[in-house]
């Protein structure tokens, strides 16, 4: 059971912004919000993480809600390359048992037209 | 720097034929997950190593699967029987140790298997 939403797919246009939102209502205290992102034909590639504060990195923002039940990823610019499933997943140690392994859901299809 | 690299690419094999998949993991990394993703669907995962000791095989869906990591750092999953169910990606990750469970792993490009 991933406990995230994501809309099954998104569109977004060659070098505008996109916002791919993910719900997380059960979300507990200690667990982080992690994004993962899968071009086709490639394994899962990590794109940022976060608990409570907004991040910034060089791939991407991730926008966090006050309440933390939901969370956006997102894209300043998108580019043809950025066509990938985008994977919303929560970690910690309400996660993925003593170790823990990603629980992935069904992911966002993003397409991006030029 | 090299990442996580997974051989072969790409297998078919008869239905009944066994199977071995090998994972390469990033230098220095303790962690090992093995996962599954059939056509469509997010990878499901299958078994965690810590260095050389399998210390969870929950996900393994039958005993035809088998999984090693003798070394600590190469890993091989190795598929008896196969059946055309098995057909899948199966995708390798390592990261480093990781206490608060949240460090990011690090995916290979899977070994696409495909059962006739």
Request: with cysteine.
């Amino acid at each position: 059971d991933a406990k995230t939403t994501q809309p099954n797919s998104m569109e977004s246009n060659e070098e505008e912004p996109v916002h791919l939102p993910c719900n997380h209502s059960t979300i507990s205290g200690t667990d982080y919000i992690h994004w993962y992102r899968q071009l086709p034909s490639q394994g899962p590639e990590y794109v940022i993480h976060g608990l409570t504060s907004n991040v910034n990195n060089r791939m991407a923002s991730l926008a966090i809600a006050e309440d933390r039940k939901s969370s956006t990823l997102i894209l300043h610019r998108a580019t043809l390359r950025d066509a990938a499933v985008y994977y919303c997943i929560l970690r910690g140690s309400n996660y993925g048992g003593s170790q823990g392994n990603l629980i992935f859901g069904k992911g966002t299809k993003l397409s991006v037209k030029p | 720097g090299a990442g996580v690299s997974q051989s072969p690419r790409y297998k078919v094999a008869k239905r009944g034929q066994d199977v071995a998949l090998r994972c390469d993991p990033i230098s220095g990394h303790v962690s090992l997950f093995w996962y599954q993703q059939a056509l469509g669907q997010g990878p499901e995962f299958l078994t965690y190593f810590q260095n050389e000791a399998q210390l969870d095989k929950s996900g393994l869906p039958s005993d035809r699967f088998f999984a090693e990591r003798p070394e600590g750092s190469v890993s091989t999953l190795k598929i008896q029987r196969t059946q055309q169910e098995d057909s899948a990606v199966y995708l390798c990750a390592s990261s480093k140790k990781d206490r608060d469970l949240i460090a990011p792993q690090h995916f290979g490009d899977g070994t696409r298997l495909s059962i006739l």
